[in-house]
């Protein structure tokens, strides 16, 4: 994984200063909050309804176990004992208290980390595959590629100061993880006919009130042009974003309103004026850092074991069949870890956990640890002979839930509980749905599902994509939740749709049964929720949900 050059730990070293004398003057009143604000949102700090909240960057999602142990002692010393883990690969810290802010930063700062650009309108945090590396179908490590748009990106004088926030997210598999689709910009490695590595830019995707998926406007760009291109990109949006209007300055609405067609041709023009005196990386450059990115030294590894105990053991071989996935290497696996235990946060860790984390990655991955967008993590160099002592280990400290992809492993946002923006409560529902599915032999016949739920039409739960979405509204002060279907955030990305009128916060759950059972009553063999859905349309569903009220 990457380590910070003698410019990097200058560059955060300093922000971390300037920060804390301004936090001194706002603390001593000679900066007032509307003063204040800007200043603390460039360094991640939030204001929420009950506290000052954190966001961590952990780019691209990567983290080594000396990190992990810090997020771990930052939540035991400076918060309440966890943390919680974001749909940008990020950690967020709820209770923090402003005095004491810098005194994280600084901690993070000794290993490595920051929460530069976490927030604001800049180019946040860079996500990618948490299975980098590793996976099967992948064409090249696309972290290489993140942490030059990285580097490229922080503190760039031109796009600090943006329209509005803006999301990168890069893939280099052919299965898109990275939910690519639905961000400001999606990089999707592709190979030409000569066999040479370029990307499929996609630019204007993202959720919200006005959610939409990112239109094409590159089929092929060469990986050497990639910095000066999305400069272009930047460039057109600075200019023509909208700035009267913050819930029409996303460059979606852009794109939307010029038109794919106009939009690409104005990108290209300025590319023109860039793409040979812009900030084009030289091969030497790019080998740099993607020497930080090496794969290691596999060991042989022997597979008899694992096969044994898939075969002894009822439970490890559940959890195996949806938490571990195919490795690029021979006797390997990548194992995801659920945040998703029954009636919990999605999303949360202790500190305590974090700490396992941190000891299980030194044991079995190599010390590495990945966050997924979908609040989980991922190691990601595990030996199969080790993943029944792995599945043990992880039993002790709740974090062995066998249901990643199924239906209890929900994506929600903070909602009402913390969030200063939302406008009802997504955990509360997300725990009665996990509750209402907590058989995981029920869990596995309903098969993959992914759920989503958002508590307010910000779209931080990324409803608008799950197979099951679910939108929290306030209806003259009570919580109604919106269902939406049919969405999804893969390589065949698309918006769910709504089915109908909203319920109300004591009928929803019941509205997810209902909607589950007539899957399995339509569905044929082997297929998913989202395939029976867009075979048989919304229309048995929804008389199921409906007829009856």
């Known amino acids: 994984?990457?380590?910070?050059?003698?410019?990097?730990?200058?560059?955060?070293?300093?922000?971390?200063?300037?920060?804390?004398?301004?936090?001194?003057?706002?603390?001593?009143?000679?900066?007032?909050?509307?003063?204040f604000r800007p200043l603390r949102l460039l360094n991640g700090l939030y204001l929420q309804l009950?506290?000052?909240?954190?966001?961590?960057?952990?780019?691209?999602?990567?983290?080594?176990?000396?990190?992990?142990?810090?997020?771990?002692?930052?939540?035991?010393?400076?918060?309440?004992?966890?943390?919680?883990?974001?749909?940008?690969?990020?950690?967020?810290?709820n209770w923090t208290k402003l005095e004491e802010a810098p005194d994280i930063l600084t901690d993070l700062a000794k290993v490595e980390?920051?929460?530069?650009?976490?927030?604001?309108?800049?180019?946040?945090?860079?996500?990618?595959?948490?299975f980098a590396g590793v996976a099967a179908d992948e064409i090249e490590d696309p972290r290489i590629t993140c942490e030059i748009i990285r580097?490229?990106?922080?503190?760039?004088?031109?796009?600090?100061?943006?329209?509005?926030?803006?999301?990168?997210?890069?893939?280099?598999?052919?299965?898109?993880?990275?939910?690519?689709?639905?961000?400001?910009?999606?990089?999707?490695?592709?190979?030409?006919?000569?066999?040479?590595?370029?990307?499929?830019?996609?630019?204007?995707?993202?959720?919200?009130?006005?959610?939409?998926?990112?239109?094409?406007?590159?089929?092929?760009?060469?990986?050497?042009?990639?910095?000066?291109?999305?400069?272009?990109?930047?460039?057109?949006?600075?200019?023509?974003?909208?700035?009267?209007?913050?819930?029409?300055?996303r460059i979606k609405i852009l794109v939307h309103e010029l038109g794919t067609e106009v939009f690409r041709d104005q990108v290209e023009a300025e590319?023109?004026?860039?793409?040979?005196?812009?900030?084009?990386?030289?091969?030497?450059?790019?080998?740099?850092?993607?020497?930080?990115?090496?794969?290691?030294?596999?060991?042989?590894?022997?597979?008899?074991?694992?096969n044994?105990?898939?075969?002894?053991?009822?439970?490890?071989?559940?959890?195996?069949?949806?938490?571990?996935?195919?490795?690029?290497?021979?006797?390997?696996?990548i194992v995801s870890v659920s945040l998703k235990p029954e009636g919990e946060a999605p999303g949360d860790a202790t500190a305590e956990q974090m700490d396992a984390m941190a000891e299980f990655a030194e044991r079995y991955s190599l010390g590495e640890i990945r966050v997924t967008h979908e609040q989980n993590l991922v190691l990601p160099y595990v030996r199969q002979s080790d993943l029944y002592a792995l599945w043990q280990g992880l039993r002790t400290q709740g974090l062995s839930t066998a249901n990643i992809g199924l239906i209890s492993d929900i994506i929600a946002c903070p909602g009402l509980d913390y969030c200063g923006l939302a406008t009802t409560r997504s955990i509360p529902v997300a725990q009665r749905i996990s509750r209402l599915f907590a058989n995981l032999d029920r869990q596995h016949d309903i098969g993959e599902l992914r759920l989503k739920i958002s508590g307010c039409i910000n779209a931080c739960g990324h409803h608008h994509v799950g197979h099951i979405g679910i939108l929290g509204v306030d209806r003259k002060g009570e919580e109604y939740y919106q269902i939406t279907l049919?969405?999804?955030?893969?390589?065949?990305?698309?918006?769910?749709?709504?089915?109908?009128?909203?319920?109300?916060?004591?009928?929803?759950?019941?509205?997810?049964?209902?909607?589950?059972?007539?899957?399995?009553?339509?569905?044929?063999?082997?297929?998913?929720?989202?395939?029976?859905?867009?075979?048989?349309?919304?229309?048995?569903?929804?008389?199921?949900l409906y007829d009856a009220r």
């Open 1 to 35: 994984m990457y380590r910070y050059d003698a410019y990097d730990s200058q560059l955060v070293g300093e922000r971390v200063a300037q920060f804390r004398d301004q936090v001194q003057r706002r603390l001593d009143g000679a900066l007032s909050e509307d003063e």
């Open 50 to 93: 009950h506290a000052y909240m954190l966001r961590v960057a952990i780019p691209y999602g990567t983290l080594s176990s000396e990190q992990m142990r810090m997020l771990a002692h930052i939540a035991r010393r400076y918060d309440k004992g966890y943390g919680h883990f974001t749909t940008r690969q990020n950690i967020q810290f």
């Open 113 to 130: 980390m920051h929460a530069i650009q976490t927030s604001g309108n800049t180019i946040r945090n860079t996500t990618a595959d948490p």
């Open 151 to 249: 580097q490229w990106s922080t503190l760039h004088p031109e796009f600090s100061f943006l329209p509005r926030k803006f999301k990168i997210a890069v893939t280099g598999a052919y299965e898109d993880r990275a939910a690519v689709r639905v961000h400001d910009i999606g990089l999707a490695m592709q190979r030409n006919e000569a066999g040479e590595v370029g990307f499929e830019v996609m630019v204007g995707g993202g959720q919200g009130r006005t959610p939409m998926i990112a239109k094409t406007i590159r089929d092929f760009l060469p990986k050497d042009q990639l910095l000066s291109y999305l400069e272009a990109i930047l460039r057109v949006y600075n200019l023509a974003g909208r700035r009267d209007n913050k819930y029409k300055a």
């Open 271 to 306: 590319w023109e004026q860039l793409r040979d005196a812009g900030p084009n990386l030289d091969s030497a450059e790019v080998e740099r850092i993607a020497a930080f990115f090496d794969p290691p030294s596999y060991e042989p590894a022997e597979t008899s074991g694992y």
């Open 308 to 333: 044994a105990k898939l075969f002894e053991d009822h439970a490890f071989s559940d959890w195996a069949r949806t938490n571990v996935a195919r490795h690029k290497q021979s006797g390997y696996a």
């Open 486 to 544: 049919g969405g999804r955030a893969d390589e065949n990305a698309a918006i769910g749709k709504i089915i109908g009128p909203a319920f109300s916060s004591d009928n929803v759950v019941d509205a997810i049964e209902t909607l589950v059972n007539i899957y399995l009553e339509q569905r044929y063999d082997g297929e998913r929720f989202v395939d029976t859905y867009e075979r048989i349309g919304q229309s048995p569903f929804k008389e199921a």
